[in-house]
């Protein structure tokens, strides 16, 4: 008898839960599919428009593919990434003070490894 009494219990709490549901989804604004307006961002034609008509969005600079780059500073960043000596990077603030003490640091490490590199010379074949 008690199995009986807990198994209407479950299946009551179960029918509650169902109703329930159904009748709180009928509040729901997810269904968007078939609403009476338009769009949800009507109203923004005339952006549209504007948007549509750009012949060019991009920057003329922007098609420069000749690139500025200094050939001996990326090959030795580069072999510093690959012997595992990379430089921590400048502390960035908005005090002059702070970034002038921490490029004469920065500048201070960089003469130091430098300086503890092996020479060009030791490394060549005969």
């Given at each position: 008898m008690s199995s009986l009494s807990a198994t209407?219990?479950?299946a009551k709490a179960t029918a509650l839960a169902v109703v329930l549901g159904a009748v709180l989804a009928g509040c729901?604004?997810?269904y968007t599919d078939r609403r009476e307006s338009i769009s949800l961002l009507s109203g923004e034609a005339m952006a549209a428009n504007r948007v549509t008509h750009v012949i060019d969005p991009w920057p003329p600079a922007s098609a420069n593919r000749?690139?500025?780059?200094?050939?001996?500073?990326?090959?030795?960043?580069?072999?510093?990434?690959?012997a595992g000596r990379v430089i921590p990077p400048v502390n960035a603030t908005t005090s002059s003070?702070?970034?002038?003490q921490a490029q004469q640091a920065a500048q201070s490490a960089s003469n130091?490894?430098?300086?503890?590199?092996?020479?060009?010379?030791?490394?060549?074949k005969p």
């Open positions: 209407s219990r479950a729901s604004d997810v000749d690139i500025a780059y200094n050939g001996e500073k990326m090959q030795t960043a580069a072999e510093r990434y690959r003070v702070a970034y002038t130091n490894q430098a300086s503890s590199a092996p020479s060009a010379a030791g490394n060549s």
